[in-house]
């Protein structure tokens, strides 16, 4: 188990699993790793995820996993948001008075299509939530060094034909500072480069982990 090294007053939980958790796709994998960090499994609600930019507001009553979505956001306490990844981002923001909060799947493809600043619009529209009132922690993920690419990826970002890697989290903090968010943590480890976490790709096409989010405090 990782914990996220955010400031301790915006999550109540802010949690990523490891390799050693197992994999967060198995029913009793992941009961163990809430039952090991004291979380109640009947409340968690995680997304369908397409590689889309569909968000989708949730509560405790909400069915699980919510179809066709790579974001949810909530504002209701009970609920533990979740995200599934294995190279992807996982986006957890927070708003600092702990009344809300969202996990966004973020991969290419959702960071082109703008599904940070369009979940971050949605704290303004439906909670009166402006940017420099959220928090924002960016879990494992593989890193600009590692992250080759092709060319679908440098036309979805206008980048050069010479360009050959490219750092999905620069990207993100690009997007977030526009929006007007200061406030962020990235995780240092690459889930392609270290053991700690899955890979698709270094071959877990399958296994995923699962990073948690939750709004209130403490």
């Not at 360009?163 to 526009?178: C, H, P, Q, T």
């Not at 962020?184 to 989010?213: H, M, P, Q, W």
Request: with cysteine; aromatic share 8%.
């Amino acid at each position: 188990m990782i914990t996220a090294p955010l400031t301790k007053t915006n999550f109540a939980c802010c949690l990523t699993s490891t390799v050693r958790d197992g994999d967060m796709k198995i029913l009793k994998s992941r009961n163990d790793f809430f039952s090991a960090n004291c979380l109640m499994a009947f409340s968690f609600v995680c997304a369908q995820q397409v590689h889309g930019t569909n968000i989708v507001y949730v509560t405790r009553d909400t069915v699980s996993p919510v179809p066709a979505s790579d974001a949810l956001i909530t504002d209701d306490k009970r609920v533990i948001l979740g995200i599934y990844t294995a190279d992807c981002m996982p986006v957890m923001i927070t708003s600092k008075k702990g009344c809300s909060a969202a996990a966004i799947h973020a991969g290419w493809r959702g960071l082109a299509g703008g599904i940070i600043e369009k979940t971050v619009a949605m704290f303004k529209k439906g909670f009166n939530v402006k940017g420099n009132d959220l928090s924002v922690y960016i879990g494992p993920h593989i890193c600009g060094n590692c992250y080759e690419i092709g060319a679908e990826v440098r036309q979805a970002f206008n980048l050069l034909p010479s360009i050959s890697k490219f750092s999905m989290v620069g990207n993100a903090l690009e997007r977030l500072k526009i929006a007007g968010i200061s406030d962020v943590v990235v995780s240092k480890e690459c889930t392609f480069c270290g053991d700690n976490y899955f890979s698709y790709r270094k071959g877990n096409k399958v296994e995923r982990i699962l990073t948690l989010a939750q709004a209130g405090k403490p």
